[in-house]
């Protein structure tokens, strides 16, 4: 009866309760974004550097090494040697080392020449077909095979650089031979296959866009000659002398490796290496200062909104004295005065965490379409953090109850000999 009563006062001045459960709404929907966000963003980034130590590759910002080899979400540093690679790649310090060529795309999903290791390395199964093993035959990731509708024995030609409208390559036709389970990972949205694919589908020599300006994409595999005869007169192989890669992903035996190696690159070689956990850890702190940030504007609108309602109840309170009056006459108690205003105050704060947790799923829904384009990269709209969204929404309360706290213990008080007198 008491819960009625309140739902049909807070509508007695709908201006009021809808600024109130706007300001609210707002605060619950930017929190329950940053935290869906910052946990979904954070899972993603750790998953894809695990089992890779030390990324090697051609010299510049460490960060843009390790976004364009681990999570392809930017230009390379440019190319390095392959037979200066393997030197590196056969140490004794390393467990495994994954090189990766970047060749071009299909309709804007990125065209990787690796090694069947990096499947391995992600936990990829292949669930259809087989693994590429000839030049030229790929495997698909999992959401690749869904947004473009391919199936094994399907062929395309890919586009040149990272850019869907780019050139296309007739001069070889790509076969799918697999399709990959699905990971979660980046590799869901990568087209594999053999690194003398990438090679031989720019020619025969290892000269790179990196030195031929006039081609673009630096740490493109690309050569120089575009009249040069394409036909298939040999596929090249990984043993062909003079090409080159863009990255290594290196997995170490031991600790040493990583320690040492970023000083013995940089001092004996052209190349370096980047630890993807430093990087990332680097990326985390500029992000969570963004986070942080957004996240004090919400607190405030926050608190905003519980002055709102404060102000909203306060002035409703005068204005109904006499209903309050003739309550108690009627037989209601103080208390249950108290609990009249506490209720109005708490079914606007729910009303309002409610709006804000499905007006933040709406958001990380555009973020995630928004992200996918232009990133590859999704997040879960509909995952519930019950640690810390459940903590939200006592603090939902909590506000409500503070804000209610002045007005429900004028309602206790109030006199009603004084007040009917006064009517």
Known sequence: MIAKLAWKNIWFKPLNTI????????????????????KQFEEKFTKNIDGVDLVMGAQGSPLQLILSSVYH???????????????WMQHPFVEKAIPLAFGDNYRGFKI??????????????????KIFENNFEVVLGSEIAQKLSLSVGDEFYGSHGDAAEGHVHE?????????????????DNLILC???????????????????????????VHVEGDDQDH??????????????????????????????????????????????????NRLFSLFGIGIQALQ??????????????????????????????????????????????LIESLLLCIVGFIFGTILGRVSILWISASSEQDFKMSFNPYEFLWDKEGVLFLLTIGVGVVAALIPAIKAYKLNISKTLANA
């Open 19 to 38: 600024l109130s459960v706007i300001l609210l709404t707002s605060s619950v929907a930017i929190i329950t974004t940053l935290i869906l966000v910052e």
């Open 73 to 87: 979400v930017d230009a390379p540093t440019g190319n390095i040697s392959y037979d200066s690679a393997k030197v």
């Open 112 to 129: 990787l020449g690796t090694t069947a290791d990096y499947l391995e390395k992600y936990e990829a199964k292949i669930a259809d077909g």
């Open 171 to 187: 001069e070889y036709a790509y076969k799918v031979v697999g399709i990959a389970a699905p990971t979660g990972k980046v590799v």
């Open 194 to 220: 053999t690194i003398p694919s990438v090679w031989q589908m720019h020619g025969d020599h290892g000269s790179t866009e990196s030195e031929n300006p006039a081609h673009g994409e630096e740490g493109h």
């Open 231 to 280: 036909n298939h007169h040999h596929d090249l192989t990984l043993d062909e002398p003079g090409m080159e890669i863009t990255a290594v992903l290196l997995k170490f035996r031991n600790k040493m490796g990583i320690v040492t190696w970023p000083r013995i690159i940089a001092q004996n070689t052209k190349m370096q290496v980047a630890s993807p956990a430093l990087e990332v």
């Open 296 to 341: 004090y504007l919400a607190y405030g609108i926050m608190l905003i909104s519980g002055i709102s309602i404060f102000i909203a109840l306060y002035n409703t309170l005068k204005e109904r004295k006499n209903e309050f009056a003739l309550l108690r006459v009627n037989g209601a108690k103080r208390m249950q005065l108290m609990q009249l205003v």
